[in-house]
């Protein structure tokens, strides 16, 4: 009964490597979001997504891309990853309008060292 | 600036408590969801509110438009219902959520 699967639960990466964190949902969702979840923060928005090849910038896209080559996924791309993007990351899958029903990934823990 | 209060940001209870977890927000909504994370990070949606009060379970959840506040109850506190307790709203302007920085919740035995 999965509805929206992340690639990862926990991922350690090094300084300046590229990550990908991928986000599938087999809900036949338009909009997509990518939150990260920090203590004493809580969920910021990274990138969002209304529709295929669409994507607007969240509150903190600073270091940062996305990618959605189809409806089903969205990849928040890291190009070169820091020391402070280690953060628990959160993809979210919602039904255009339907705010009324969101549904979240398990979310990815990502450690940069 | 943060749209969403909520408090307490810590609240560790005895098995068997009533709880009250309590959202504030400072923009017009068209709805209001309480979710709940695990330790591990997945996140289930308890309650999606736009009016009144809902109830599933042990848990209860009010809205008060008027004055911009939610509560979230939980009666009979088990330890299984130690989580993070999180606050979200969408404004009416955006089609977005703003969230509030979570309640963590430790029920003892």
């Known amino acids: 009964d999965v509805k929206v699967t992340q690639s990862s639960r926990y991922l350690v990466k090094r300084t300046g490597e590229k990550v990908f964190l991928e986000c599938v949902q087999d809900?036949?969702?338009?909009?997509m979001f990518w939150y990260r979840q920090d203590p004493g923060l809580g969920l910021r928005l990274i990138y969002f997504s209304y529709d295929v090849k669409m994507k607007e910038k969240g509150d903190i896209p600073e270091g940062y891309s996305v990618s959605r080559e189809k409806k089903e996924r969205f990849s928040l791309i890291l190009e070169s990853a820091s020391t402070n993007q280690t953060s628990m990351y959160l993809c979210?899958?919602?039904?255009?309008?339907?705010?009324?029903?969101?549904?979240f990934g398990q979310g990815t823990r990502l450690t940069v060292v | 600036k943060n749209e969403v209060e909520q408090s307490p940001q810590n609240l560790t209870a005895q098995e068997g408590e009533f709880i009250t977890i309590n959202c504030s927000y400072s923009v017009g909504i068209s709805a209001l969801h309480w979710l709940q994370q695990h330790p591990g990070g997945g996140i289930v949606s308890l309650f999606m509110l736009s009016s009144g009060k809902k109830k599933h379970g042990r848990l209860i959840a009010t809205i008060n438009i008027q004055e911009k506040h939610s509560s979230l109850h939980i009666t009979a506190s088990h330890p299984r219902d130690s989580a993070v307790y999180i606050c979200a709203v969408v404004p009416n302007t955006g089609n977005q959520f703003y969230f509030g920085t979570g309640t963590s919740l430790t029920v003892i035995p």
């Open positions: 809900m036949d969702h338009e909009n």
């Open positions: 979210a899958s919602i039904l255009q309008g339907a705010f009324a029903e969101a549904f």
